[in-house]
Every structure is written in structure tokens, then in C-alpha cells.
């Protein structure tokens, strides 16, 4: 429900828990959890371990700590919602004066469990949760940037054709990346597009890591021209290159000379996010990650 002043107009700070503080501050956010099932649901809401691994924001099982969730608290820690009710909690972090300079991740839980009894031998646990992309240190914000470094196109041997970007965070905030590929002046002029790359690749500063989005079989092989442009909330980057799809099950890699100059800039105007839900439970606008036990 909350985002620091200085990210008002940050998508990621409306959909999850980004900031940068110093050594013994203390913040608070607001969340609002609903029950969006047809009976009562008893939630437990909790902050837990989150890392990023491989490229991906990870989620590690039940209650497992991590040095941020330690200084995270959820208030109040549980709820009782009747069905289509709503309520608010708050998180409070606050940061140790002896905090070391660094990012730390973690997941704010809502959780509601569904027990065996004698007419149930399985028991179900669903949870909805906000990520939490927490820097420490003195002064101000470490940088978010990244670089568009090649494009390549690919067809499958089922002839599929993909196009895969490799990207390199050169920022010091970790990046969740989306965005989209247009394709212009194909055979007779042609046009293809927009098709939106597959979500979910996180970068580490310093890390390199691909976004794919995968074409209709039956587009013409090019030459294309291809646009991709992709986000981290405020921080964008486009560039555009000659791609042509090659025979099924090879690739092709984009000449670097053919690669424009990338053009990065940073977005105005906050974005309005769409509530969601997981079987019972929804956190409105701050959606981040689910998980099923």
C-alpha cells in the first residue's frame, strides 16, 4: 500500500518492498490481505529467506530466516477474515546500527493452511507473498543500469523461433527484467509484434543473464528488423538489430556492428497495478511471488 516518496514512480516499489536505508533506520509499510475465498480463512503472516540463484528470485520453504527477515515484523502476525473481507497489517524493518553495506532479499507471507481431517488425507498450504530488495548503507543508492549485450535468434528443431537477449546488470541494485520485441521490415514490408519476453530473470549487480520470447512458427524467416526494449521499474533500455531466423535446431547472433546505439532513460509516472489473488488469499498491489507446500 506504500512506497517511498523518491519511488512513487517505480513500478517494482508499488508491487514490492524496494528501498535503500542506512544503518538504524527504521521503516514501515502497509499491506492489505483479503480473503477472496467463500468460507473463513485464518492467515499467518510472516517474513522468511528469499535469495537469488541462477538468474531467479527464490523462495526458500516454510519459515526459513535469513538476516532480513530477522529484522522484519508483521503486525498483527495473524488474521481471521470472513469470506470477501479485507484487513490491513503493518511490517515494520528496522536496520541495526551494525548492519553491513549490501542488498538483502526476503518474502513477506500471508498463509493460510488447510489440515487433514476425516473426510480430507491431504493437507494444503498456500501462500501469497511480496518480495522484500532491501540495500544497506551509508549515503545514497547504489545505481541501477543494465546493457543490452547481444541478441540471437534461434528456431528449435520443432521449428520454433525464439529470440534471446544477453543481458548484464552493470547497476548496484538487483534487476527483475520484462519488456517486449517488435519486428519491422520483414519480407514485403511485413510487421510482427509485440511479443513480451518471459518473465522471471533477476541479475545481481556485475551478473550477465537471457530474456527469450518465443515467435509464432509461422512467421517469415527475415531479414527483421528487431527492437527490444526492456525494464527494471524506472531503468529502460531499447535496442535494434537485423535478426533472420536460420534453419530448425541452429542460431543466429546478431552482428554487433548491426546493434544501435542503446538508448536507456528513465520512466515518469507511476503505473497502477492490478489486484491479484491465490485460491483464498490476494495482497492488493503488492503481488510478488506464490508458492505452493
Known amino acids: 500500500m506504500d512506497a517511498p516518496v523518491v519511488r512513487r514512480a517505480d513500478p517494482r516499489a508499488l508491487s514490492y518492498i524496494v528501498d535503500h536505508l542506512e544503518p538504524g533506520t527504521t521503516i514501515e509499510r502497509r499491506i492489505k490481505v483479503s480473503n477472496k475465498s467463500s468460507q473463513r480463512r485464518f492467515f499467518e503472516l510472516y517474513a522468511a529467506e528469499a535469495k537469488i540463484k541462477n538468474n531467479r528470485f527464490e523462495f ?25 473481507d479485507r484487513a490491513l497489517a503493518r511490517v ?10 549490501g542488498e538483502r532479499y526476503a518474502v513477506i507471507w500471508a498463509q493460510n493452511k488447510d489440515t487433514t481431517d476425516a473426510t480430507h488425507n491431504v493437507g494444503v498450504v498456500s501462500r501469497v507473498g511480496i518480495r522484500m530488495y532491501l540495500d544497506v ?82 512467421l517469415p524467416d527475415g531479414p527483421w528488423k528487431a527492437t527490444l526494449k526492456l525494464e527494471s521499474g524506472v531503468v529502460r533500455q531499447q535496442v535494434s538489430a537485423t535478426l533472420k531466423f536460420p534453419p530448425n535446431g541452429s542460431t543466429w547472433t546478431a552482428d554487433l556492428g548491426d546493434i544501435t546505439k542503446p538508448a536507456t532513460w528513465y520512466a515518469g509516472g507511476a503505473a497502477l ?3 491479484a489473488g491465490a485460491g483464498a488469499l490476494a495482497m492488493k498491489r503488492r503481488k510478488a511471488a506464490r508458492s505452493r507446500e
Open 60 to 84: 526458500s520453504p516454510g519459515r526459513t530466516p535469513n538476516e532480513l527477515s530477522g529484522w522484519v515484523s508483521v503486525t498483527p502476525a495473524t488474521l481471521s477474515l470472513k469470506p470477501g
Open 273 to 275: 497495478l492490478a489486484a
Open 137 to 218: 548503507g551509508e549515503g545514497g543508492e547504489p545505481p541501477s543500469a543494465f546493457r543490452i549485450q547481444a541478441l540471437l535468434a534461434h528456431k528449435t528443431k520443432a521449428g520454433i523461433p525464439i529470440v534471446t537477449a544477453r543481458v548484464r546488470n552493470t547497476g548496484g541494485r538487483a534487476l527483475d527484467l520484462k519488456g517486449k520485441l517488435d519486428l519491422a521490415d520483414g519480407p514485403g514490408g511485413q510487421r510482427a509484434g509485440p511479443f513480451y519476453v518471459e518473465p522471471g530473470t533477476t541479475l545481481l549487480p556485475g551478473k550477465v543473464g537471457t530474456v527469450s520470447t518465443n515467435l509464432d512458427p509461422k
Open 92 to 101: 515494520k524493518v528496522t536496520i541495526p546500527r551494525s548492519a553491513s553495506t
